[in-house]
């Protein structure tokens, strides 16, 4: 089963930006449908974005185009550059493989990276 090692996280003001990395342990990446989640706090996990195995992506509506996701093949590592950040934007961010369009998760949660966006 896939390990998810994230990074990237920080304290960032509004406005500012990051990129978080998901680097993913096995030699199976390339099949990998990689997603990013997040969890606020006191809120429920949700779907950030998703980029599949061939290349099609998927972005819940809140991103807006702020958020972009990417992967690297040959690194076995996922990429979420975050753009124009907001407050509501602070959440836990983690990383997993997931079923297309369903987006039921394949791999067990990893610790994760705290992002704060507060001036």
């Known amino acids: 089963q896939a390990q998810f090692v994230v990074s990237g996280g920080g304290l960032v003001q509004p406005g500012g930006s990051l990129r978080l990395s998901c680097a993913v342990s096995?030699?199976?990446?390339?099949?990998?449908?990689m997603a990013w989640f997040r969890q606020a706090p006191g809120k429920v996990r949700e779907l950030v974005a998703c980029?599949?195995?061939?290349?099609?992506?998927h972005y819940a509506e809140f991103v807006k185009g702020r958020l972009t996701i990417s992967r690297d093949n040959n690194k076995s590592t996922a990429y979420l550059q975050m753009n124009t950040l907001k407050p509501d934007d602070t959440a836990v961010y983690y990383c997993?493989?997931?079923?297309?369009?369903?987006?039921?998760?394949?791999?067990?949660w990893g610790q994760g990276t705290q992002v704060t966006v507060s001036s």
């Open positions: 980029i599949a195995t061939g290349g099609p992506i």
């Open positions: 096995g030699s199976m990446f390339n099949i990998y449908n």
């Open positions: 997993n493989t997931v079923a297309w369009g369903n987006w039921v998760i394949f791999g067990d």
